[in-house]
């Protein structure tokens, strides 16, 4: 039995469900121990964390956190494992839950396990976790007092729990030099409602789409779909698309029952973000491209033909 701190971050749809992910490793964990969460200025996202496994719910409320400050709450979780004398403490394996969990553990001087799939209490802890954006799986231990570990996206579900956690609200002691560093501004994710990392189909688009027109047939199929629009770093650096969009090792890690995936070689780095998908489609015009060996399905042609006439199937076969 230990006890086990897990920093659940939010948005506005409430907790990330990664950090939902993360509780249940905290619980799988505690064995029966306690589950701390900490929660950021976000009350209604921690009313409900009981039902995710949390057994005590820490909320913390500062009027500088209103915007992510990654110092301030690596203080907060910090300041708040010591004192509950916490054996793990855990985050999302996010950019921002690496962030915050990297800052924490430079506080504490104790080495940090990023992207974890699995995490075995001993002595050493061992962790099991991605490396090279997922393309390589580590065996480590961690010989420290206490283990600071993320979980890698998708790798552990989530689970509900029949159960309530009352939430504890405090006021974290902070100061200048844990907000130097906060997000000044913030440019929106383009319009389309569907998050990428959480969609259930993703069309996207490569180098092979020629252009940010290119795009328009991607859309027309991804709103057909109710899909969520993708991209490879190709498309992002050609300024076709936003970096909110890329697929990969430096972009989203996505997990879609079905991945579409149009006018994209398969470079190892977008894979690294696309093989958490159930299947892939590919459409590509070169049969001996990479992504072949990855695909349950493909298309080899032209995907300015291709992709429309998918759209115009789907709409036939809807008698729209
Ligand atoms: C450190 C590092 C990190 C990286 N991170 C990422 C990342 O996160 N995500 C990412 O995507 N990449 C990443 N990359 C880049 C990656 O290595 C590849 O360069 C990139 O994924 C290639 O994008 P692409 O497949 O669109 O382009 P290409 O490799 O140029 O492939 C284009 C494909 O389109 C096909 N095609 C062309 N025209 C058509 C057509 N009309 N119809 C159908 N098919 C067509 C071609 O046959 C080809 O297979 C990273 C690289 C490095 C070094």
Not at 27 to 44: F, M, T, Y
Not at 240 to 253: A, E, F
């Amino acid at each position: 039995m230990t006890t086990s701190l897990v920093l659940v971050t939010t948005s506005a749809g409430g907790a990330d469900d990664v950090a939902l992910q993360a509780l249940a490793l905290g619980r799988r964990l505690a064995a029966g121990g306690p589950v701390h969460a900490l929660v950021i200025d976000d009350e209604a996202a921690a009313a409900g964390l009981g039902g995710w496994g949390a057994t005590a719910v820490h909320l913390a409320r500062h009027p500088s956190l209103g915007v992510a400050a990654p110092d301030a709450v690596a203080r907060i979780l910090h300041d708040l494992a010591t004192q509950l004398g916490a054996g793990v403490v855990i985050g999302p394996g996010s950019e921002a839950g690496n962030t915050i969990l990297a800052r924490a553990a430079a506080r504490a001087n104790l080495p940090f396990a990023a992207n974890c799939i699995d995490v075995k209490i001993g002595d050493p802890v061992t962790v099991t976790r991605q490396r090279w954006g997922g393309s390589l799986l580590e065996e480590a231990a961690i010989h420290a007092p206490v283990a600071m570990v993320s979980v890698a996206p998708h790798a552990i579900p989530a689970t509900p729990v029949d159960g309530t956690a009352a939430v504890t609200p405090f006021s974290p002691e902070l100061d200048e030099t844990d907000l130097a560093v906060r997000v000044v501004d913030r440019i929106a994710a383009a319009a389309g409602g569907v998050s990428l990392a959480e969609a259930k189909v993703v069309v996207s688009g490569g180098r092979g789409a020629g252009s940010s027109d290119g795009f328009k047939p991607i859309e027309e199929l991804a709103g057909l779909l109710g899909a969520a629009v993708g991209c490879s770093r190709a498309v992002t650096i050609s300024g076709w698309r936003s970096h909110t969009d890329q697929v990969g090792q430096t972009g989203t890690k996505i997990a879609p029952n079905l991945y579409i995936a149009c006018g994209i070689s398969g470079a190892t780095q977008h894979m690294a973000g696309a093989k958490g998908a159930k299947k892939i489609l590919a459409i590509n015009k070169d049969a001996e491209a990479p992504i072949m060996a990855a695909a349950d399905y493909a298309v080899i042609g032209d995907m300015h033909q291709i992709v429309p006439a998918i759209s115009a199937e789907i709409r036939r076969a809807r008698g729209a």
